[in-house]
């Protein structure tokens, strides 16, 4: 077994030998070379452009252990640019450059690896869903392809045991058990859905596994070790559904309600089943304005699984039909005022007629509850409903002469 020291040194040596290979240099010549969770993960902002190997703390937010490379199109060496460079040629999957890094090291120097590492926008919450998601490129000089590769997610960085050693974890997200990556012209996207335990604040990209477990595939590269190119890293929550209780309409009073059983997210598309009386059904925020009493089934889809939601949507229900028994107006429409309507919460409700003192004012949400109520002895009167959520509601207005019904809309 090599020494700690002894394996850095084959390390750094591997650099050195492709780097001859390619351009004829000598061993010791200097080389003159969104929420997405992750922040800058295609590796675009930089505070220099790569001058030499093992420059990846240059992209802004990322650093290695060991010392995978940054390269990119305004490289000042062509080793380090893009598309050709050292270990081949590709494209970047997204803008101008990307990470290499090393994954395998011929024996024998076992476990040899090198890891990219970041620290994440926000810590990952307890027991909610996350779905994270990278590209990768086999180098064209390459020598051998594994599998092995993957995205460790830690409350804190974590390294080998030494130098040029294994990070000994468990990944959340990696590729296919024994299937090596070995794509040397396009990019291959690794992806994953997890439960998070909670804190989780670092994310480490390597090859996780060890030489004794891996599925290696030799494919024939000039160089005696095995690397991969990494692009476009994400990563998201996946939204939970929202509890929801039934919705009510009542026809002549309220005729549309509003449903919103999830937030959106990059890593999530939406569809309603059946789609009738909805004004998004690609949405998970939608009104719904059915005919007669219908359950809608909300489908949440991510890359890795499907969920579902029912919520029903009653028409003309008992709650709804009390509130409107016998309401016959007496006050003329023209003669209320209720604005701003819709409303962020806040609004003027107006009475332009001489039996307005002792109205007693009632305001309904659409499962009929009272949410609401105060009596009038003005004109105008300063409603403040803005704690209440967005949706639609309905107001009554009842005095010993007049009774008058209308819709409202908070909007925020």
Not at 224 to 251: E, M, R, T, W
């Amino acid at each position: 077994m090599k020494s700690n020291t002894q394996v850095s040194l084959q390390l750094l040596s591997r650099k050195a030998i492709r780097f001859c290979l390619l351009f004829a240099c000598c061993l010791f010549s200097t080389i003159s070379i969104g929420q997405n969770l992750v922040s800058n993960g295609s590796f675009e902002q930089l505070t220099s452009c790569p001058s030499n190997s093992g420059q990846i703390d240059s992209a802004i937010g990322w650093w290695g252990v060991q010392s995978p490379d940054l390269l990119n199109s305004c490289a000042t060496n062509s080793a380090l640019s893009v598309p050709s460079n050292f270990d081949g040629t590709q494209s970047a999957y997204d803008g101008d450059g990307y990470i290499v890094f090393a994954s395998y090291l011929e024996p024998p120097s076992f476990d040899a690896r090198e890891y990219v590492q970041t620290q994440l926008i926000d810590s990952l919450e307890e027991n909610k869903k996350y779905y994270l998601l990278f590209q990768i490129s086999f180098g064209d000089i390459l020598q051998y392809a594994s599998d092995g590769i993957g995205a460790f997610l830690s409350m804190d960085t974590v390294y080998g045991v030494g130098l040029g050693q294994i990070i000994d974890s468990i990944p959340q997200v990696q590729v296919p058990e024994g299937v090596p990556i070995i794509d040397k012209t396009n990019w291959v996207q690794v992806d994953g859905c997890f439960i998070a335990k909670g804190g989780e604040s670092f994310l480490t990209i390597g090859n996780f596994k060890h030489d004794s477990d891996l599925t290696i595939q030799s494919l024939g590269g000039g160089v005696i070790f095995g690397g991969y190119y990494l692009d476009d890293v994400q990563l998201y929550k996946v939204p939970a559904f929202k509890a929801d209780s039934n919705h009510f309409i009542c026809n002549g009073i309220i005729d549309s309600t509003f449903l919103d059983l999830s937030d959106t997210s990059e890593a999530t598309t939406y569809s309603w089943s059946p789609i009738n009386g909805l004004t998004n059904p690609t949405s998970p925020q939608t009104w719904a304005k059915p005919s007669v009493t219908t359950t809608y089934t909300l489908s949440q889809y991510t890359p890795c699984d499907t969920s579902t939601i029912d919520v029903t949507v009653y028409v003309g229900a008992n709650a709804c039909d009390s509130l409107t028994t016998g309401i016959n107006s007496i006050i003329k429409r023209e003669e209320v005022k209720l604005y701003p309507n819709p409303t962020e919460g806040v609004f003027i409700i107006s009475i332009n007629n001489q039996n307005f003192s002792n109205t007693l004012l009632e305001i309904y949400d659409v499962t009929g509850q009272l949410i609401f109520n105060k009596k009038l002895n003005k004109q105008s009167t300063k409603i403040d409903l803005s704690k209440q959520s967005t949706g639609l509601y309905f107001y009554r207005l009842t005095n010993d002469l007049n009774t008058y019904s209308g819709k409202l809309v908070i909007d925020k």
